[in-house]
């Protein structure tokens, strides 16, 4: 078996992947979003990677509004654990959702986060700039996976995100 591979997130993980989260981010709010995202049902697709037996990170995509519309879908939380941070296991989480998403026939994918980390795989702040969402800046990015996405709009994201 390949010492790293990366499967579909179970019910019974939530548990792991919310203290996955709490580690790699310092604080609880994005194991509170993960929570929230599946009580209320609103994730699209949730990935973790498998290491030796242990998952070490995680994935989420969810539905994003555009203009009323469900033709958005957004990337995050995401975490890999501190010690295994560095050896390309977030980026190949991020290509592998993307793929996942393409192949479903999503459009634009939207991401808040770093923008040397999600540059490597085709976000940018100019692609989200004609969108309207609660933030903004060279943080708030998006990624046209598929042609036919929207050129603009208003973004609602899920209750999960406040
Ligand atoms: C950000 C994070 C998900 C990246 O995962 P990772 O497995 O460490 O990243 P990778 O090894 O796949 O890195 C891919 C590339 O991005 C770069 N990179 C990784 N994390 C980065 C960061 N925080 N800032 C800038 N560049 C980063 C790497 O140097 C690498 O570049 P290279 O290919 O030129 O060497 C991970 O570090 C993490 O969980 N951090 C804490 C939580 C967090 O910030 N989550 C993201 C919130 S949007």
Same mark, same amino acid.
């Given at each position: 078996?390949?010492? #790293? ?6 019910? $019974?993980? !939530? ?6 989260? #709490? $580690?790699?981010?310092?604080? +609880?709010?994005?194991?509170?979003? &993960? ?7 609103? &994730?699209?697709?949730? !990935? @973790?990677? *498998? ?5 070490? /990170? ?5 539905? %994003? !509004? %555009? ?12 975490? @890999?654990?501190? $010690?295994?941070?560095?050896?390309? %296991?977030?980026?190949?989480? @991020? ?25 490597? #795989? ?5 692609? /989200? ?8 800046? +060279?943080?708030?990015?998006? *990624? /046209? %996976?598929?042609?036919?996405?929207? /050129?603009?709009?208003?973004? #609602? ?6």
């Amino acid at each position: 078996m390949k010492e #790293t591979w990366i499967r579909r997130l179970r019910p $019974e993980d !939530l548990d792991v992947v919310a203290a996955l989260n #709490t $580690e790699a981010f310092g604080g +609880p709010d994005e194991a509170a979003i &993960t929570r929230r995202l599946h009580a209320d049902e609103d &994730t699209l697709l949730s !990935l @973790v990677a *498998n290491r030796h037996d242990a998952l070490v /990170a995680h994935i989420e995509f969810f539905r %994003i !509004l %555009i203009d009323g519309q469900p033709s958005g879908v957004g990337l995050g939380p995401m975490c @890999v654990k501190p $010690e295994v941070q560095g050896r390309g %296991i977030g980026e190949a989480l @991020v290509r592998m959702g993307l793929l996942i998403m393409a192949g479903r026939g999503e459009s634009l994918v939207f991401v808040l986060g770093d923008p040397d980390f999600y540059g490597k #795989t085709g976000f940018s702040a100019e692609a /989200a700039a004609p969108f309207r969402a609660p933030w903004s800046g +060279p943080s708030f990015m998006a *990624n /046209a %996976i598929n042609p036919g996405a929207p /050129a603009s709009g208003e973004l #609602t994201y899920p209750a999960a995100f406040g």
